[in-house]
């Protein structure tokens, strides 16, 4: 399971992993618990995590980032407790971890669904996202490489067909 196949499903609390969808809804599993169920597109919507924004005073930022921002500042800022915790608490919470965010279109409901994600996303070992960014960071150099030099990619590379593809291409150029 990645990051990118986790979603949130309107209606349901936690997080799900999106196994497959379907004309009439889709199959997920839930993160915490591991079952499986179908969910109907009709009283149901699925949202991929990587493409939920938060609000910020300037432009607008990436759910993962501000969970980057959390794991960055996990051992210098305790985190509070969605639960327990008040609301001027979370508030500064998030203040002091990113002061960016725009607190008249954040809520703090959103707030506290972004600290349980976290602590889901945490329990399920899900916070990789600078691996994640950096494999396709190389993937895309490896491809400007292979591209200017099928044969030394040839020589370099040992994962097959997707090297074959690029140098196809390349001396189809």
Request: aromatic share 8%.
């Amino acid at each position: 399971m990645e990051y990118r196949e986790i979603v949130s499903v309107t209606g349901l609390s936690g997080l799900y992993q999106l196994l497959t969808t379907k004309s009439d809804g889709a199959i997920v599993r839930n993160v915490a618990d591991q079952s499986t169920k179908f969910i109907s597109a009709r009283q149901h919507n699925v949202t991929p995590l990587e493409s939920i924004e938060v609000y910020t005073t300037g432009e607008n930022v990436r759910l993962h980032e501000v969970f980057k921002k959390m794991q960055e500042h996990e051992t210098d800022i305790p985190m509070v407790d969605a639960k327990t915790a008040d609301n001027n608490s979370i508030k500064s919470y998030f203040k002091s971890i990113f002061p960016e965010f725009d607190e008249e279109r954040v809520y703090v409901s959103d707030m506290k669904k972004m600290l349980k994600w976290y602590e889901l996303l945490k329990t399920a070992d899900l916070l990789h996202f600078e691996e994640e960014t950096t494999e396709g960071e190389g993937t895309e150099g490896e491809t400007t490489e292979t591209a200017a030099e099928p044969v030394a990619a040839e020589a370099t590379t040992s994962t097959g067909s997707k090297e074959e593809a690029i140098t196809d291409t390349a001396e189809e150029a």
